[in-house]
């Protein structure tokens, strides 16, 4: 398995696999519609393509040239400096086998190398799976945030943190 950064021209991969990895993940927390609606608007390609041009990384894990997952972040989010992991999605047969946990090592180590203090990141509160994983890999939750997106849609999230 190889971790390597994303350039504008693959960001299709990230699309890609968000789409195949969000109906099972929001199967019983989000409605099918609200799915739809996060995707079209989160994974558009010209909102990646702004994304990565105002500094977000993307990562891609990958084995024999099939890819796993990505994991996405940004430095300097806030104040700190601490740096926000935005995104991170394992292709269902994917998970499970330690990727996750790669991804987050390689995000962590290339923001404490950038002098970042933490790690900060959104999830679901009903996203129980990975708010465990999370705290596995040592990330305490902070505070709760309701966040409205529009459309009568809002993010229920958790935020947690990471020292680095
Ligand atoms: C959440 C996710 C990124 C975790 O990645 P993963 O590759 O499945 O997890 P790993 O196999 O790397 O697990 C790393 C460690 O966390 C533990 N872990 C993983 N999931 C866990 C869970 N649900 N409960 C408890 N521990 C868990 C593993 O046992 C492992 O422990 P170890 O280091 O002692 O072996 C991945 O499963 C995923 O993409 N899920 C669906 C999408 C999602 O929810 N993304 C996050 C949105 S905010």
Redesign the pocket.
């Known amino acids: 398995m190889i971790i390597r950064q994303l350039a504008k021209e693959e960001l299709n991969k990230v699309q890609s696999i968000a789409h195949r990895?969000w109906p099972s993940?929001f199967a019983n927390i989000l409605s099918p519609e609200q799915i739809e609606y996060m995707l079209n608007w989160m994974y558009d390609l010209r909102m990646l393509e702004s994304q990565l041009e105002k500094g977000h990384t993307f990562l891609l894990a990958e084995e024999n040239g099939k890819e796993l997952?990505f994991a996405g972040f940004e430095l300097n989010y806030s104040e700190g400096p601490k740096a926000k992991l935005h995104k991170?999605?394992?292709l269902p047969e994917?998970?499970?086998?330690?990727?996750?946990?790669?991804l987050i090592l390689e995000v962590a180590d290339r923001a404490k190398k950038a002098n970042q203090k933490s790690l900060l990141?959104?999830?679901?509160k009903y996203?129980q799976?990975?708010i465990?994983?999370y705290l596995?890999?040592g990330f305490q939750e902070i505070y709760k945030e309701v966040i409205d997106i529009g459309n009568g849609y809002v993010m229920d999230d958790v935020v947690m943190e990471l020292d680095l």
């Open positions: 990895t993940t997952g991170i999605y394992l994917a998970q499970g086998k330690g990727v996750g946990k790669a990141l959104n999830v679901n996203n799976k990975a465990d994983f596995k890999m």
